[in-house]
T-cell receptor, first 112, second 117 residues
Framework: GNSVTQMEGPVTLSEEAFLTINCTYT??????LFWYVQYPGEGLQLLLK?????DKGSNKGFEATYRKETTSFHLEKGSVQVSDSAVYFC???????????FGTGTRLTIIP | DTGVSQNPRHKITKRGQNVTFRCDPI?????LYWYRQTLGQGPEFLTY????????KSRLLSDRFSAERPKGSFSTLEIQRTEQGDSAMYLC???????????????FGEGSRLTVL
């Protein structure tokens, strides 16, 4: 079946540090991959996505590249800010299927 | 605010009682989804609607759970004879039809937290 494995948290970094949150997946076919973010007191919102191998999704300074050979979609940001503190979820969706499969989430805290 | 709206935000109930949650999606979205999230876990798919038709249900959705979307607008999720294991955050999301918009993006509400004592 489909599954997503995420780097366990919580992760605590200082402002302006480099961020990587690892995500690997197991799926049949060629799924679309997503990162969703949940800020405190808010609903989940899409951060970025990639729909095919070697695609790079980017938004708000975050990037993730769809790596089919390593079945990975790691989230990176070169310089984090306090406002990036949130819970980050990696997710996949198989083509033609409505169901999103999420990882367990990684809580990120950025300290000034 | 034209986002996804869920009510109530928090419900505390005793075991064996029935509860109902309501979701109002973004108005032009024809697809509506329910997910459940327990502490320390990611959201798990429960069911989804296209307009008023319920097209898929997860095995997680036992016969105590029923979801409806009359007239293809708002949706309700009812849990009968609640159990302590039903305690979770129930998330609603909406989207445009995948093939028409092809974005794959879901817009989530803030969730309804259920606590069963």
């Amino acid at each position: 079946g489909n599954s997503v494995t995420q780097m366990e948290g919580p992760v605590t970094l200082s402002e302006e540090a480099f961020l990587t949150i690892n995500c690997t997946y197991t799926a049949t076919g060629y799924p679309s991959l997503f990162w969703y973010v949940q800020y405190p007191g808010e609903g989940l919102q899409l951060l970025l996505k990639a729909t095919k191998a070697d695609d790079k999704g980017s938004n708000k300074g975050f990037e993730a590249t769809y790596r089919k050979e390593t079945t990975s979609f790691h989230l990176e940001k070169g310089s984090v800010q306090v406002s990036d503190s949130a819970v980050y979820f990696c997710a996949l969706r198989r083509f033609g299927n409505e169901k999103l499969t999420f990882g367990t989430g990684t809580r990120l805290t950025i300290i000034p | 605010d034209t986002g996804v709206s869920q009510n109530p935000r928090h419900k505390i109930t005793k075991r064996g009682q029935n509860v109902t949650f309501r979701c109002d999606p973004i108005s032009e979205h024809n697809r509506l989804y329910w997910y459940r999230q327990t502490l320390g876990q990611g959201p798990e798919f429960l069911t989804y609607f296209q307009n008023e038709a319920q097209l898929e249900k997860s095995r997680l959705l036992s016969d105590r759970f029923s979801a409806e979307r009359p007239k293809g607008s708002f949706s309700t999720l009812e849990i009968q004879r609640t159990e302590q294991g039903d305690s979770a955050m129930y998330l609603c999301a909406s989207s445009l039809n995948l093939y028409r918009a092809n974005t794959g993006e879901l817009f989530f509400g803030e969730g309804s937290r259920l606590t069963v004592l």
